[in-house]
């Protein structure tokens, strides 16, 4: 939920951010509506508005016209799991019908994430590595489904609707590397967390998550699959730069 109003008597509410206002077109009209109507009530009564990252802030103060005194930034922070046991490649082919190393992608898949120009990128390299997409089914998905038969990567493309969260870290620490180039995040706490468990990133350029992956990062334009190719590309080929972002990603 967006929108988390505390029962108090101060009137303070949480926006994690405002990704309605801004790509309308990605929402059910059902969903924007109450979106858009929570959003405007609970800022016209709030004392106080807590957000997740000083870009959400600037939207936020930008799109209601609110004082900067009024929003507070308070960064989330991961729960970093320890899996009694790391799947080896072999056991995530067994589990998950991996069959070969790959490039991850975890998310819900919904139009904001940007799947489908991450598999028409992922169409454009010269590999035999594999994308996985870790996520459960969101809303307006089958276009995102149909993605790897139009453009001819079916084969290598694999969709993970049931893992659970103990099977995230043998996921992220199997990967090449994790990509999420998402066209809007209020925080992108996925960057962080294939950080933590030494995947090196690529991420886009846009909203909040340049302030969450900081230098240890590659970034993408995340409306151009060209540049998303070309960056997957180089981070493929380059060993010594996966190495670099692993250590940043640590620090």
Known sequence: AHYLPFNTGCNVISILDVSYLKFPEL?????????KYWGK????????????????KNDIIKAYRVKPEKVAVVYPGIKKIEASKTLNMEELKSKFGISNKY????GTLQPRKNISRLIHAFSKLETDKELVIVGRKGWQFDEILQAPEKYNVKDRVVFIHDAGDADLPSLYKNAEFF????????????????????????????????EAGGDAALYVDPEDASDIAIKMQKLL??????????????E
């Open 27 to 35: 929402f059910t009209k059902k969903d924007l509506l109450k979106l």
């Open 103 to 106: 490039i991850l992608f975890v």
């Open 179 to 210: 990509i999420l180039p998402s066209l809007y995040e209020g925080f992108g706490l996925p960057v962080l967390e294939a950080m933590s468990y030494g995947a090196p990133v690529i991420t886009s350029n846009v909203s909040s998550l340049p």
């Open 237 to 250: 080929n380059n060993e010594d730069l996966r190495k670099d972002l692993i250590k940043k990603g640590h």
């Open 41 to 56: 009530y609970s800022v016209g009564r709030a004392q106080k508005i807590i957000t997740i990252s000083e870009s959400s």
